[in-house]
DNA sequence: CTGTTAGCGCATTCAC
DNA sequence: GTGAATGCGCTAACAG
């Protein structure tokens, strides 16, 4: 188990040596490709115990073209830095579960554009199979791994899916969520504050099936509102707030689906002396329980366990990389409501 | 560059066929262990180019025990989930690096008690060193590295470094820094909110050099100080404040190394009309920016940018892996004062 | 300065 | 059911 310095790392012919077998026999006896006498098989297995044997992850991989790895794919461009908290939920998420198969994870952080790296990293052969977060609408990475062959799951969803795996939020059931929460807490005049309008260009698809997703709600739930997009900074959510009430002086309840806006809008909201939620609520759309617990008051949330999402996605990967897959895997996440101390009852002061 | 599903992807021999040179002189030409003519260099290069090349990172590791991976270990244990924030920055600066310099990095997030699991890393051969996160006083992976001859760089330090690399904040600065910051605005009796008890008892050695650090700092600054361990939560740091306002009710400014209690400290303030920072300055030390600017007022913080640290930390790592080491290198990192809203000049209500 | 060759540790095709 | 032999793609020691 525990092997001092200068001790030679032992290797499957060890094994055999000490198993009084062929070094075929251990590696049949591990990869399982053929039928071993289960007396062998236990003798092979002590003696991997009594040497501490580990399978050489190079020589393994060379031979097999399999590696155990799989990469996470996070481009960290530089004007979304920020919105990492809840990632850092997905990738954990994923570590865990790829752990406990046996898998390692690679950190891969080359912008998206970085398509030739990314190439080379499909080439090299060094992973088995690739996990693709903060997908666009128009991803040009989907190309490029499509074209290398190499298995791939989306967090997240690009404009057509069609045949390729994906987890993604469930988007128009969270809206449904937060926009019945608040109607029935008795507000009638929402507004929604969304991603900036570079944000929505850039693709991020998810932006846009929320809004349509509150819409909707909105509409079944014959309330009435107001959508907004806002840079993603305190200035955005101030200038955000402002906004919304000039646009509807009757607003009682705010969804924001901006991680960084929303200090600027409760900031905002108390300048004016608006109290929440007494005044005002606020609920946030999948945002991180670390961010929620920051602001004060804590902000009541709707989203999906992140790390729940992260260790499906693997899964799924892992599923296809062994063979084991069966079709095409797509999952929606339903998103849970977070009671926090955000949103309360409307207040009816001047709703019609 | 881009290559069409299909093809086989290209070797060495490839490669040397196209050069019209041995295999083995393209190796050389890689690797540079050994003078090529600038001729061949020049052809070697162009039919690499040509064919979209890319070393088989398992054929290589094979042979010569040099995967250009490292990892980092980054425990992530149940009671310590959310310190998360800031470690992403590391690991991101150090992904940066890394990708940088041609590496890979693999990301281990094994429970730090999972000591097994890290002798079958260490042992695999699969990685050429080790980043050492969230380390502790006492810290039982570093005698399984030792052990295992694997070279490894630490993000913080054990109780006794010696002779081991790392990287690390200056609490010692930090402290100065933010107890000079809030002495300068007139502040006299000062709070200090720690971790909780518990967190001192793991090792957190960090906790404990700051609280020295405060302490000396205060000293030399003619400023009473006050200091309280707080449970990482928001409930902790409602506790906190006001034991800590029983403690000295004439205390105007709080120093706090506690990310998730400080939005507790903050409503707790307001709940007793104190505002921010009118009444009371707060001010956070290493904490992330991501965070410091969810609190209203935005956190003022004294802190070193994490994600140089964690540039640095692999920097050291590598140049160890290379043998281009210089002995042992310990590195402190200064932290900067960012002011933002939450500390102000003193009232001079009460103090004496 | 360049070419030839022998493995690295394992998976797998043959033989038995 | 098991064993012997071959080669994955590359590096480095040996030869020129």
Redesign the pocket.
């Known amino acids: 188990m525990s092997r001092s310095a200068g001790d030679k790392?032992p290797?499957?012919?060890d094994?055999?040596r000490r198993a009084?077998?062929?070094?075929?026999?251990?590696?049949?006896a591990?990869?399982g490709?053929?039928?071993?006498?289960e007396?062998?098989?236990l003798r092979i297995q002590q003696a991997m115990l009594d040497l501490g044997?580990?399978?050489?992850v190079?020589?393994?991989g060379?031979?097999?073209k399999r590696s155990h790895i799989i990469a996470v794919l996070f481009p960290k461009n530089e004007h979304e830095r920020g919105m990492n908290l809840g990632s850092m939920e997905y990738i954990f998420g994923a570590s865990d579960h790829a752990q406990d198969r046996g898998y390692h994870l690679l950190l891969w952080t080359s912008g998206a554009d970085a398509l030739d790296d990314l190439a080379g990293l499909a080439q090299q052969g060094l992973v088995d199979g690739v996990l693709l977060m903060e997908v666009r609408l128009k991803d040009p990475r989907i190309e490029v791994l499509r074209n290398s062959e190499l298995i791939f799951t989306m967090l997240g969803q690009n404009a057509d899916p069609g045949d390729l795996d994906y987890v993604d939020t469930d988007f128009d059931q969270c809206a449904r969520l937060a926009v019945d929460h608040l109607t029935a807490l008795g507000h009638r005049h929402l507004g929604f504050i969304n991603l900036g309008a570079s944000a929505l260009e850039a693709g991020r698809g998810n932006a846009i099936r929320l809004r349509d997703g509150v819409l909707g709600a909105a509409a079944s739930a014959r309330a009435q509102v107001t959508t907004l997009t806002c840079e993603s900074s305190i200035g955005g959510g101030r200038g955000a707030l402002t906004e919304l009430l000039l646009r509807d002086r009757a607003v009682t309840a705010v969804i924001a689906f901006n991680e960084q806006a929303v200090p600027g809008i409760m900031s905002a909201a108390a300048d004016r002396g608006l109290r929440i939620p007494a005044d005002l609520s606020i609920l946030s759309i999948d945002m991180p329980a670390q961010a929620a617990l920051m602001t004060t008051p804590a902000m009541t949330t709707v989203g999906p366990t992140a790390a729940a999402m992260g260790r499906a996605a693997v899964a799924m990967l892992i599923r296809q990389v062994e063979g084991a897959a069966t079709g095409v895997t797509q999952m929606l996440f339903d998103g849970e409501l977070v009671l926090r101390e955000s949103t309360g009852p409307a207040a009816d002061h001047d709703t019609a």
Chains 1, 2 share one sequence.
Do not use: D, E
Not at 33 to 37: A, D, G
């Open positions: 790392v290797t499957m012919v094994v055999a009084g077998v062929s070094p075929s026999t251990v590696s049949y591990m990869t490709s053929r039928p071993i006498s007396a062998t098989r044997y580990r399978p050489n190079f020589a393994r060379l031979k097999s």
